[in-house]
């Protein structure tokens, strides 16, 4: 089997970077382990993982940076989100740039801004954004356009009130 029939068989489109089939078995194994579609993946200067772009099916997200791309399930542990849909999940820790969330649930760590549309905040920090739906049970919220849903023990820092939508 060649090095590229292996990477098709993996999911994996095309790399990036230098990265090379050896460097992801030896820094990132779990990429093998996971299920994933046309993914495009590559290395930083740190020569930390990069998502470029594709289909996150199933697995676990260890560390690394998220570009662009769809995330249908799975559980993220760390890293850094910059763009892309998540459709359901686990999301236990990391920093979270843009993006659209329908769906999952958010263990812990920074939103900075994106859509959420449904789902279970657990805690971490909100800074910016548009909550459209979904329960809140603990956190921060600095800033944001809060729509609709549920939220229980929060920190408002500030905000106001205008046509049946909050601003906080």
């Given at each position: 089997?060649?090095?590229?029939?292996?990477?098709?068989?993996?999911?994996?489109?095309?790399?990036?970077?230098?990265?090379?089939?050896?460097?992801?078995?030896?820094?990132?194994?779990?990429i093998f382990r996971?299920?994933?579609?046309?993914?495009?993946?590559?290395?930083?200067k740190q020569n930390e993982l990069i998502w470029y772009e594709g289909i996150w099916e199933d697995g676990y997200w260890k560390n690394g940076e998220w570009k662009n791309g769809t995330w249908k399930n799975g559980i993220w542990c760390n890293g850094k989100w910059r763009n892309g849909t998540w459709i359901d999940g686990y999301w236990k820790?990391?920093?979270?740039?843009?993006?659209?969330?329908?769906?999952?649930?958010?263990?812990k760590g920074e939103?900075?801004?994106?859509?959420?549309?449904?789902?279970?905040?657990r805690n971490g920090i909100w800074n910016n954004g548009y909550w459209k739906n979904g329960?809140?049970?603990?956190?921060?919220?600095?800033?944001?356009?809060?729509?609709?849903?549920?939220?229980?023990?929060?920190?408002?820092?500030?905000?106001?009130?205008?046509n049946k939508h909050w601003r906080i």
């Open positions: 089997m060649t090095e590229q029939e292996f990477l098709q068989k993996k999911g994996i489109l095309k790399l990036r970077n230098r990265l090379t089939v050896k460097e992801i078995g030896q820094k990132f194994p779990w996971a299920k994933i579609k046309n993914a495009i993946l590559g290395k930083d820790n990391g920093n979270w740039i843009k993006g659209i969330w329908k769906n999952g649930y958010w263990g939103w900075k801004n994106g859509t959420w549309y449904n789902g279970i905040w329960i809140w049970k603990n956190g921060i919220w600095e800033n944001g356009y809060w729509h609709d849903g549920i939220m229980e023990n929060v920190i408002w820092i500030d905000g106001e009130r205008r």
